[in-house]
Every structure is written in structure tokens, then in C-alpha cells.
């Protein structure tokens, strides 16, 4: 039955290089975003993920905001793309993951190498002009994935590019919970696992549900890139029931 799974994901990446290869050069962003949001549901059907999405927002949702959100799994990617297609900032280690890593890059994953301050300012300086251009800018600052139960520190760097492009960050949590709504085990991708090894944990593990909730918009004006990554963190904890 594993065997059978992983034909089926591996089958399914493979349609989404067709895809990006074939299709997107000669498709407009909205048929993009389309095709991207049914594949990631495809992704996470095979993967036995159910996703729900929760607004928490109080109707304060910004047409146009830098996402952020707390950081568990590869899959918190194609969760957030379910319902928002985005141009994610990420580690430059998935660009060299197996089929996954190409597919992120053609479909517009901002790759970051850690611990080069000038490639964090270059960086910086794209997403205030991708912001401002209308496209959906989305990362993680925690930098890193950590286990549920566990929120780290945020990197405030990147938030400067939500106070120069002058719109709001709105944060998001991913949680994946099991029938009980206790968090799922199989969702860790923690330490030193590699994707094949997550894929396997995920495949043979019992069906689990993503919750993508959406917390109200966090104002940039007058703010200082600390303060928004502090003001974000916390407001993730508190919707995880955590405590500091």
C-alpha cells in the first residue's frame, strides 16, 4: 500500500513539472493561481490531509499584505496555497529536494541561503517591489520548521519589507490535528528527517486535518521590524493556546 502512495505522489509530481513546463509560460497569473491551488488539494487528497480553513480575522483582511506564519512541515506550503497561492520565501536546502524542489521554483519560491546578510537585503528589497506590483508575498520567520507545541523566535529581517511596501502583515497557523483535534505526530518534519523520510511518516500515518486560520491584519505604519515580528509571534501562540 506505502508502494501505491508514493506512485501516486510521484505521478502527481511529475504532472505538476508538465504543468509548469508546458502550461505556465503561456498562462495568465489567474489561470496560474488556479492550477496551483487544485494541485497543492491533489497534493494533500494523496497525502490523506484534509485541510480547514478557520477565519479568525474579525473582517480585518487585506487585499494586499506581506503572510507569515508559523512553520511545521513542507506541507505547510501547498496548505497555505489551497487558499492563497503565494511567491513563498524559503530555505535554499529545498531547492535541491527531489522533484519538490523544482516544482517550488517554477512556481515562483523565493529561495534564501541563511547566514548571508547581502542576500537577505537583496532579497528584501524584491519582495517591497513584488509587494507593491500586487503579488502575494508569503514566508516563515521562524526560519525553520519546529515541532507542534513549539513556536520560535521570529527573524524580524524580512518584515521591513511589509513597512517599506506599506501594507499590513497578516499572519496565519498551521496546525495538524488528528480526529481528537490533538496534534498530529506524523506532521513533525523536525531534526535531521529528510522529505522522503516526512513523505513515508506522513503516507503511513492515520488520516490527519490541516488547520489553516487566518488571524486579524497586523498594521505596519510607524512600526519598527522587531516590534511587528514580536507582535506576530505572539499572536500566534495565543492561537495555539500557548504560554511564555
Known sequence: MI???????FLHLLTGMLICAVIFPF???PTRERLIRRWSNQLLTICTVDVAFIDHSNGEIAERALIVSNHVSWLDIFVINTLHPCHFVAKSDIRSWPLIGWLCEKAGTIFLARGKQREVRRIYEGLVHEIQEGKRIAFFP???????????AFHANLFEAAIEARVPVQPYVVRYVDQQGRFHPAADFIGDMTFVE???TILKASRMTAELIRLPAIQTEGAHRR???QEARAVVLSALGLVE
Not at 142 to 152: F, H, I, P, R, Y
Open 3 to 9: 508502494v501505491w502512495h508514493f506512485f501516486r505522489v
Open 27 to 29: 498562462s495568465a497569473a
Open 227 to 229: 516590534q511587528l515580528a
Open 198 to 200: 516526512s513523505m513515508r
Open 142 to 152: 521562524e526560519g525553520t520548521t519546529a515541532a507542534q507545541g513549539t513556536v520560535l
